[in-house]
């Protein structure tokens, strides 16, 4: 009669060892709830729970990785542009991912979206295109502020991809283009007014010293008249005098 008790009896112990036996890799841990109330945090290896009274919710505390889907963000100076990202993040407090947020996979997500159009849309085209480094440290440090209550930690936030408008593309060539053609313009009128000022000098000191453009004027003589079949013809008084000079330029560069 004892026997046909011990039988079913053993079976209903170890379903209930069964169901109180846990094991959890290294990299997870398990929040325990009993009764409804936190009762702890278990894990990793063996630990026991008590079947129907105690509940268990295991946590990954592994890197994750969320593909941020392609968002059309408004930039600062009225350009839209479709930006997509991929940010990583890890569970540092399991319980406050568990008690704190409803699911912090979702949340964390959907956190991630609307904080890229955040900073996307404080800046212009320029920093989003050049800047990737400094638009990548602020939306992880906007992340790693808002999912600090969650026991989640921000590690890492890349922008994947940037795409414009094929329209926009071109409008912002033809500014590139402008731009340059006003750089190359501005340097040109600044070398004219540079060389302006040196002929002014130059004039400034033939008016003060009259000797100093007859020499100039006899060095220009003389090199016109080292071509053999050049003849020079001068209006100036001492033009007797230049003559001379002039042969003996050349006969001396001959």
């Known amino acids: 009669m004892v026997e046909q008790y011990i039988i079913p009896a053993l ?7 069964s169901q109180s036996i846990k094991v959890v890799k290294e990299y997870e841990r398990v929040v325990i709830f009993r009764l409804g109330r936190f009762s ?28 941020v889907p392609k968002q059309a963000v408004i930039t600062y100076d009225n350009v839209t542009v479709a930006v997509d990202a991929v940010v990583y993040y890890k569970v540092l407090n399991p319980e ?20 890229l159009r955040d900073v996307v849309g404080r800046i212009e085209l320029d920093e989003v295109l050049s800047g990737r480094e400094e638009v ?7 992340l790693d502020v808002s999912t600090d ?16 408008d094929e329209k926009m593309l071109r409008a912002i060539a033809q500014q590139a283009e402008a731009e ?20 002014l000098d130059a004039a400034r000191l033939y008016q003060e010293v009259p000797t100093t453009i007859k020499l100039r004027e006899l060095q220009t003589i003389a090199e016109v008249a080292r071509e053999g079949n050049t003849i020079v013809v001068t209006n100036t008084s001492d033009s007797g005098d230049i003559a001379a000079l002039t042969q003996a330029f050349t006969a001396k560069n001959k």
Do not use: C, H
Not at 11 to 17: N, S, T
Not at 98 to 112: G, H, I, N, R
């Open 11 to 17: 079976i209903v112990l170890v379903i209930i060892l």
């Open 40 to 67: 702890g945090v278990k894990g990793p290896g063996v630990f026991f729970i008590i079947p129907i009274i105690d509940t268990a919710v295991k946590v990954d505390l592994r890197i994750v990785t969320i593909d």
């Open 96 to 115: 406050s991912a568990v008690t704190e947020v409803e699911d912090y996979k979702y949340a964390t997500s959907m956190l991630a979206q609307t904080t």
């Open 136 to 142: 990548n440290k602020d939306i992880q440090e906007m």
């Open 149 to 164: 209550p969650w026991g989640i930690k921000v590690t890492s936030v890349t922008l994947r991809d940037v795409s414009v």
């Open 180 to 199: 340059r053609e006003k750089r190359s313009r501005i340097i040109l009128a600044d070398g004219e007014y540079k060389a302006s000022q040196k002929l």
